[in-house]
């Protein structure tokens, strides 16, 4: 496992991105935000990519976006929320770096996501986003390391995964 890369997963509203800026300033590293990237590439937004093309498109455009990112070294990754619920995103994300699971619970999520605007397709339904929730579990369990970040700042969280790699052995 390298620990040049690091990879945040997590349901949707878990900070994630927030988090990524504030370690990636940390250790002084690029940070890289999944879906920035496949709308990059793709030259629409993730929802219209949604909207216009369906999941399955964009589940695609994720991994094509996901597998740009692995020459990058010295990194922090904020992955979507479903991209560590793909088996083959996962194995890859799991191979190339360190991936810290952000656990948060339903409600903060609902409480954070409640406030925006619609940016989040796979959100717009509270059942739909509930089964997702709970289906993807089992996915984030297989993080390399969970991070409680139900009432953590994303000061505090960075400050954990630093303590976290002060710790790993030199390779």
């Known amino acids: 496992m390298r620990t040049d890369k690091i990879y945040l997963v997590g349901f949707m509203g878990a900070g994630k991105t927030t988090l990524a800026t504030a370690l990636?300033?940390?250790?002084?590293?690029?940070?890289?935000?999944?879906?920035?990237?496949?709308?990059?590439?793709?030259k629409m937004s993730v929802t219209d990519l949604f909207a216009t093309h369906g999941e399955s498109r964009f589940r695609t455009a994720e991994q094509t976006a996901l597998r740009a990112l692995l020459p990058i070294r010295q990194v922090v990754v904020s992955t979507g929320g479903g991209a560590f619920a793909s088996a083959q995103s996962r194995t890859l994300i799991n191979r190339d770096g360190v991936s810290f699971w952000l656990d948060v619970?339903?409600?903060l999520v609902g409480a954070r996501l409640s406030s925006e605007d619609g940016r989040r397709p796979l959100a717009a339904d509270k059942a739909t986003m509930e089964r997702l929730f709970h289906?993807?579990?089992?996915?984030?369990?297989?993080?390399?390391?969970?991070?409680?970040?139900?009432?953590?700042?994303?000061?505090?969280?960075?400050?954990?995964?630093?303590?976290?790699?002060?710790?790993?052995?030199?390779?």
């Not at 879906?35 to 590439?41: A, F, G, L, Q």
């Not at 289906?135 to 995964?161: C, N």
Request: overall charge negative; hydrophobic content about 35%; cysteine-free.
């Open 105 to 107: 619970s339903l409600q």
């Open 135 to 171: 289906a993807r579990q089992s996915d984030y369990r297989q993080a390399h390391v969970r991070l409680d970040a139900e009432h953590a700042t994303a000061g505090e969280l960075v400050e954990r995964i630093v303590d976290w790699l002060e710790r790993q052995p030199a390779s």
């Open 24 to 42: 990636g300033a940390r250790l002084q590293w690029r940070v890289e935000d999944l879906d920035t990237v496949i709308e990059r590439r793709e």
